[in-house]
Nanobody, 127 residues
C-alpha cells in the first residue's frame, strides 16, 4: 500500500520557520517528481513547490518564492519543505503529492498532475 505521510506541522509565530517532511512507503518515488500543495479554510488547494526526481529542478509559487525551499533525500524516501519568514497567510493544511510518471522534466503545478497524496499536516502561523 502506497503511503505519503507528512510531519513537521504546528503552530509558529509570524517570521518563524518550520520544516515539513513527507516520507513515502509502499513503493519508491526516487524516479518521480514530488510536490507540496496547501489548502486554507474556505479556499481551493494551491500549488506551493515541486521538485524533479533528481532534485535538479525545482519550482515555486510566486507567493512563497525566496522563503520556502523544497528538497529531497531519495535514500530516505523523504521530501522536505523548509519554510522561513512565515506569514499569517501561510496558515493552511499542507499536502505532499507524488507523480506516477517517472523522470518528468516539466514540473506540474496543478493538483491533477499528481497521483498520490498524503493526509496533510496543519501549519498555523500566529501574530
Amino acid at each position: 500500500q502506497v503511503q505519503l505521510v507528512e510531519s513537521g506541522g504546528g503552530l509558529v509565530q509570524a517570521g518563524g520557520s518550520l520544516r515539513l517532511s513527507c516520507t513515502t512507503s509502499g513503493r519508491t518515488f526516487s524516479r518521480n517528481a514530488m510536490g507540496w500543495f496547501r489548502q486554507a479554510p474556505g479556499k481551493e488547494r494551491e500549488f506551493v513547490a515541486a521538485i524533479t526526481s533528481s532534485g535538479g529542478t525545482t519550482r515555486y509559487a510566486d507567493n512563497v518564492k525566496g522563503r520556502f525551499t523544497i528538497s529531497r533525500d531519495n535514500a530516505k524516501n523523504t521530501v522536505y519543505l523548509q519554510m522561513n519568514s512565515l506569514k499569517l497567510e501561510d496558515t493552511a493544511v499542507y499536502y505532499c503529492a507524488a507523480q506516477d510518471r517517472i523522470y518528468v522534466r516539466v514540473i506540474s503545478t496543478t493538483s491533477a498532475g499528481y497521483d498520490y497524496w498524503g493526509q496533510g499536516t496543519q501549519v498555523t502561523v500566529s501574530s
